[in-house]
């Protein structure tokens, strides 16, 4: 094999690997609505919010109280964290194409429980 034909082998192969990454990255692209759920401590029995995934960031949606900022892994695993004025939220979890779950914790407010999402339509 010449050293051209590796050369061209190697370039397809980067961006067969740049595309798949970049298709992965957007499987989670959207607005997402959640709801946090306090199982421990005194914070609100639900807190509810969205936020945008772009490629593989987590921020804020225009319309929701809780401002966002996280990240979303091609295998959907996830963290954020949530900011409300002095109050700090942290959730970790996974999304899959339409929902997610996991847990969340307030440190500023003593508080925890699960949290659900759901992608918006």
């Not at 949606?61 to 959907?76: H, R, T």
């Amino acid at each position: 094999m010449s050293l051209t034909h590796i050369a061209v082998a190697v370039a397809v192969m980067a961006t067969t690997s740049v595309a798949s990454s970049s298709a992965l990255a957007k499987k989670f692209d959207g607005r997402w609505t959640f709801v946090l759920t306090t199982e421990v401590g005194k914070c609100e029995p639900a807190i509810s919010g969205a936020f945008v995934v772009k490629a593989d960031d987590i921020a804020p949606d225009a319309d929701s109280p809780l401002k966002a900022d996280g990240a979303v892994e091609p295998s959907g695993a996830m963290w954020v964290r949530f900011s409300a004025g002095d109050d700090q939220y942290r959730a970790q979890g996974r999304l899959s194409a339409s929902g997610g779950s996991g847990a969340w914790s307030s440190g500023s407010r003593y508080c925890g429980g699960k949290w659900r999402a759901t992608r918006a339509r």
